[in-house]
């Protein structure tokens, strides 16, 4: 009977430590992630002048095709047009003398979709601000980089600004470097105004289909 009730405590030992065991092993479900919240600017539109320095210069006409190149002391600094979301940026220098017109052109620069459907672009940019990165949220105002005159600037700080339909979004060069002009809707945000651009763009795109 002795050896009896030794294999019953036995067992019952083993039952205990075996299910002990399961508990330990079971995993737990994960947490849920956080959802990601949006910024409430992040579905509105709000104009703001390219760069943030008291002493620039622009002009109403540029060469080849509608752009404006927006005159300002190196290092000042740049800031997205609208609220929105970057596309495409450049860190890197590769314009060299005898390049053919082409991506290079540019140097250093930053393009972003804004809230209005609309792709900003400024380039020959000296440094591009850390964070500034493809998908990064935008707020109007916000810093992208300062002036320069990396690419095809010859030497001479300004920023290169141009408006364009998004169209392929990134890679589509002759439509990013500027298709409608600039310069009547600068000369709003200059004063604080919002004049929009959508207008100007859709018309273009409804007769070009991206084609520049």
């Not at 095709?65 to 596309?87: E, K, W």
């Not at 495409?88 to 393009?111: A, Q, T």
């Not at 609309?118 to 105002?141: E, Q």
């Not at 690419?151 to 920023?159: D, I, P, S």
């Amino acid at each position: 009977m002795r050896k009896a009730l030794t294999m019953i405590v036995a067992l019952g030992l083993a039952v205990a430590g075996a299910t002990t065991a399961s508990a330990a092993v079971t995993p737990r479900p994960a947490p849920a992630p956080a959802p990601r919240v949006v910024p409430a600017w992040m579905f509105t539109s709000k104009y703001t002048f390219p760069v943030a320095a008291s002493n620039v210069a622009w002009h109403d006409t540029h060469s080849a095709y509608p752009a404006t190149d927006i005159f300002a002391a190196c290092g000042s600094t740049v800031v997205a047009t609208d609220n929105g979301r970057v596309l495409e940026i450049s860190l890197v220098d590769r314009f060299r003398k005898g390049m053919p017109d082409g991506p290079y052109n540019g140097g250093l620069f930053v393009s972003i979709l804004g809230n209005d459907g609309v792709r900003y672009y400024g380039s020959h940019l000296s440094s591009v601000t850390k964070g500034i990165v493809p998908g990064a949220l935008v707020k109007s105002g916000q810093q992208i980089g300062r002036v320069g005159h990396t690419g095809n600037a010859n030497g001479v700080c300004h920023l290169h600004y141009a408006i364009s339909p998004p169209c392929a979004q990134t890679g589509d060069w002759k439509v990013r470097r500027g298709v409608v002009w600039p310069y009547s809707f600068l000369a709003s945000w200059r004063g604080n105004g919002q004049k929009s651009p959508v207008d100007t763009v859709a018309a273009w795109n409804k007769s070009h289909h991206c084609k520049a």
